[in-house]
Antibody
Framework: QVQLQESGPRLVKTSETLSLTCTVS????????WSWIRQPPGKGLEWIGY???????SYSPSLKSRVTISVDTSKNQFSLNLSSVTAADTAVYYC??????????????WGQGTPVTVSS | DIQMTQSPSTLSASVGDRVTISCRAS??????LAWYQQKPGKAPKLLIY???SLESGVPSRFSGSGSGTEFTLTISSLQPDDFATYYC?????????FGQGTKVEIK
């Protein structure tokens, strides 16, 4: 059974960079897409971006200028960096396995989510 | 950028009811569509992928249909465990987008 676990600071100061890591266990990070998704308090889900095991990435247009997602296959981890954060970036951040493809689809395994608060 | 619009935003129903949630894409989907169930404080759970394929372990009372820009999630007989928020999500080779969610409440 694949398991994902987010880790990183839960409090980030305004204008600084939010950094989170997702550790994958119970399966290899190779040959899959891996996504970050967030959910502001009381609101809906927002896709942030994905990384493939080769390092190929794609980001949400609304966040593209501030987001970097990377992968470390040797550690079975992938990471999120979101720069110049504001209070609007306060959310629960999820990592998920992304099965999007011609024969499958959707996010089938999720981390439990980590709440991140942006405050001065 | 593909936009996804769900309706209704909130739905009140009783146990045993047939429930239908709609999802409309701003352009015809070249990839696919998935549906999720989310309960408070929990990560979403994948129910349906490729618009109509049931994820392993998901009860058969859940079904999905549609193509192009119009999609539907149906719960054939609502059970107490089904009161939750439901999201549609499109995926293609370069992007993913969620709908705004539909909350299914007890009537």
């Amino acid at each position: 059974q694949v398991q994902l676990q987010e880790s990183g600071p839960r409090l980030v100061k305004t204008s600084e960079t939010l950094s989170l890591t997702c550790t994958v266990s119970g399966g290899s990070i190779s040959t899959y897409f891996w996504s970050w998704i967030r959910q502001p308090p009381g609101k809906g889900l927002e896709w942030i971006g994905y990384v493939y095991d080769t390092g190929r990435t794609s980001y949400s247009p609304s966040l593209k200028s501030r987001v970097t997602i990377s992968v470390d296959t040797s550690k079975n981890q992938f990471s999120l960096n979101l720069s110049s954060v504001t209070a609007a970036d306060t959310a629960v951040y999820y990592c998920a396995r992304d099965l999007s493809g011609p024969f499958t689809g959707g996010f089938d395994f999720w981390g439990q989510g980590t709440p991140v608060t942006v405050s001065s | 950028d593909i936009q996804m619009t769900q309706s209704p935003s909130t739905l009140s129903a009783s146990v045993g009811d047939r429930v239908t949630i709609s999802c409309r894409a701003s352009q015809s989907l070249s990839g696919g569509l998935a549906w999720y169930q989310q309960k408070p404080g929990k990560a979403p759970k994948l129910l349906i992928y490729k618009a109509s394929s049931l994820e392993s372990g998901v009860p058969s009372r859940f079904s999905g249909s549609g193509s192009g820009t119009e999609f539907t999630l149906t719960i054939s007989s609502l059970q107490p465990d089904d009161f939750a928020t439901y999201y549609c999500q499109q995926y293609n080779s370069y992007s993913r987008t969620f709908g705004q969610g539909t909350k299914v409440e007890i009537k």
